[in-house]
Each structure stands twice: as structure tokens, then as C-alpha cells.
């Protein structure tokens, strides 16, 4: 056998969902008669071990990025789905976001699965809400060293959202507490849900805002100065006191980074 058709035999064993090679087939030889692995019969014994690998950690791939369609789709479907993915998009990268990040896609395009749009809508969201997990914390701001700065520097100081945060919107509402009663019927909603994620204390904190806060947050996307933010949370209907609560609340949570009018982004 030339190591191009060997090459070959094997990747397309390794990608079958269900395993159906030989050993002898592709030209590896077999285990030790006595030796047994998992119920897998002895001419299937070393090809077994690099399919059950592969398709355990493209599983784990798909459950770290989207563990709450995995909780709402329960184990034996979710396995279902990720071997029904892999199998028509046989990995190309080696990275978690690379081998999973068109899952949502295709839960919108393939049966039985398309027949719940909400499906889609929730796996988009918990796509980029796990993503969250995997960027770096940053230094952020206290409500004692803005105290410290005078009225002038305050209002010239520059606050965003840390970057380990997301704002996000979906058509349909979920119950991330009940999201194994998803219900798989669900119409879009009129309004779109609001969503602000972000991590505390090693957890991931999901909550959902009203449009008037969303757009508040929405505003320290991107560093802005105190004093501008301020008159753009009044122009949204924030009293003073509001201001100063959501402010506070935000520093209070470490989710501000600030910088100093001498200082750059």
C-alpha cells in the first residue's frame, strides 16, 4: 500500500461518525488477540483508539464553545449534531474556534435541527458568550482612584468595558436556568433580548438589560470621557443619580479600565 492511500484510508476512517474499517484494511496490523478496548473487537483495536480520540475531542471541542445548546439539546443529541457537523466539515484547523465556529450555520441549514430556528439563534449566542472565557483579564479601575483625581481630571478620564465582556443581542429570549426546557416551537420574539456577559470571580455572568442600559454600555464599547459619558447616559434618560449608579455599579463589578487624560489607550 503507497503511504498517500494508506494516508487516506486512515483520515477517512477516523472522520466516519461510525466506525466501520478494519485494521487489516488499511493496512495496520492487528493488536494482540487478548487485548480488548472499550467492547471494540480485536481487528478493529488500533484503528478504534484514533477514532474514539478524534471524535472525543472534537465532542469536547463543541461542548466548551456551546455548552448551553449542549445542556438545551441534551448529551445523546448534542453527539448526534457534533458527529452530523464534523462529518460535513471535516476540520481544518486546530484551533477550538477554527473546528466549531460554522456550527451555528449549520444547525440553521440541517434537518432535523433547522425545524427549531431558535436552535440557531442559540448557538450563535453561546458561540460568542463562551468566547468571552478565553480572553486575557485586564487591570481595571476602582472607585477610589477615580475619588482621588480632581473634578477637572475625572471628567477628562477615559473609562471603557474590559475586553473580557460582551454585548449581545438574540431574537428569541432564553431562560439560562431552565435552558433544557428550551422550547423548540418558539416564535421570534417582537423585541430583541438584550444581553451583557462578562466573567466574576471565575464565572461566567449572563444578564439580561433593557434597551436603555444596553445603549449605555454600548457607550463604553470604546474608551470615552467621563464627562461625555455622562451627558450621552442623560441623554438617554439617566438622571445624575443614575449616573452615578451605573458607574459605581460598573466599578464595583471590576468591569472599567480607565485611563488618565496623559495617558494613551
Do not use: N
Not at 471494540?40 to 445548546?69: G, K, N, Q, V
Not at 466539515?89 to 440541517?110: I, N
Not at 481595571?140 to 465582556?165: E, G, I, Q
Amino acid at each position: 500500500m503507497r503511504l498517500a492511500e494508506f494516508q487516506h484510508g486512515l483520515q477517512d476512517a477516523i472522520l466516519g461518525p461510525v466506525l466501520t474499517a478494519l485494521d487489516g484494511e488499511l493496512g495496520i496490523k492487528h493488536g494482540p488477540e487478548a487485548c480488548r478496548r472499550a467492547g471494540h473487537a480485536c481487528s478493529r483495536y488500533r484503528i478504534a483508539i484514533h477514532h474514539d480520540h478524534f471524535w472525543t475531542r472534537m465532542h469536547d471541542f463543541a461542548e466548551y464553545r456551546y455548552p448551553l445548546l449542549a445542556r438545551a439539546l441534551g448529551d445523546a443529541e448534542f453527539t448526534e449534531l457534533v458527529r452530523a457537523y464534523i462529518a460535513a466539515h471535516p476540520p481544518t484547523s486546530f484551533t477550538v474556534r477554527g473546528v466549531v465556529e460554522a456550527l451555528p450555520a449549520f444547525v440553521a441549514e440541517q434537518t432535523p435541527w433547522a425545524s427549531s430556528p431558535i436552535l440557531a439563534d442559540l448557538a450563535a449566542f453561546d458561540f460568542r458568550r463562551s468566547g468571552v472565557r478565553l480572553i486575557a483579564e485586564e487591570a481595571t479601575a476602582t472607585a477610589a482612584s477615580l475619588a482621588a483625581l480632581s473634578v477637572d481630571a475625572l471628567a477628562r478620564t477615559r473609562l471603557r468595558l474590559k475586553r473580557r465582556t460582551l454585548l449581545a443581542t438574540t431574537r428569541y429570549h432564553f431562560e439560562i436556568t431552565r435552558i433544557r426546557d428550551l422550547p423548540r416551537d418558539a416564535a421570534p420574539d417582537d423585541e430583541p433580548t438584550h444581553w451583557f456577559v462578562y466573567i466574576a470571580h471565575r464565572a461566567c455572568i449572563t444578564r439580561r438589560v433593557s434597551p436603555r442600559v444596553y445603549a449605555a454600555l454600548q457607550r463604553l464599547a470604546d474608551p470615552v470621557a467621563v464627562g461625555e459619558l455622562f451627558a450621552d447616559l442623560r441623554r438617554l434618560g439617566f438622571t445624575v443619580a443614575d449616573c452615578d449608579t451605573v458607574l459605581d455599579r460598573l466599578l464595583g463589578q471590576d468591569l472599567l479600565v480607565a485611563w488618565s487624560p496623559r495617558s494613551e489607550p
